[in-house]
């Protein structure tokens, strides 16, 4: 549920700069952005699901790293998902209107909504979580290195 409320915020402040910012983003930097995106999800979900248990020894202790891992490798696949969702729509707007979204059209302004921008960005943010996520299991990785030593 954290994940959702945090992604919620992050979206709303993705839209607002893709609002306010007028960024060119083409369809080759972007296809550049997803292939990335999909390499650091198969390297995450590779180093995820042959996590090592082996060495652990106390049963909870085991049950908590099997908790952590599992909640990580659905966050990977989440964010893999809405990446994917995000990628596959930016391609469809783009041929159709040209990935810019009218929300409102006023006499004194309008708001639209650069959807490639909105898109990149969404992958970029996945991509530092993906990053994010490496360093926590290598952290995890040490910590259960640590206590296999001490006992």
């Not at 607002?16 to 060119?24: A, C, E, N, P």
């Not at 085991?62 to 995000?86: D, E, G, H, M």
């Amino acid at each position: 549920m954290k994940a959702i409320i945090r992604d919620l915020i992050v979206l709303i402040i993705i839209i607002l700069i893709s609002i306010f910012f007028d960024i060119k983003v083409d369809d080759f930097f972007m296809n550049t952005v997803y292939t990335v995106l999909g390499i650091m999800f198969s390297i995450g979900i590779g180093i995820l699901v042959t996590f090592n248990l082996h060495e652990i020894k106390k049963r909870t202790l085991i049950t908590r790293v099997r908790k952590s891992i599992n909640v990580s490798r659905n966050l990977y696949i989440y964010y893999f998902s809405f990446s994917t969702l995000f990628f596959v729509a930016e391609k469809y707007i783009r041929e159709g209107s040209g990935n810019l979204i009218e929300i409102y059209c006023g006499d004194s302004f309008d708001i639209v909504i650069n959807f490639s921008v909105t898109a990149c960005i969404f992958l970029f943010y996945s991509i530092f979580y993906f990053i994010y996520n490496f360093l926590q299991v290598q952290k995890l990785n040490d910590e259960i290195f640590d206590n296999t030593i001490s006992e």
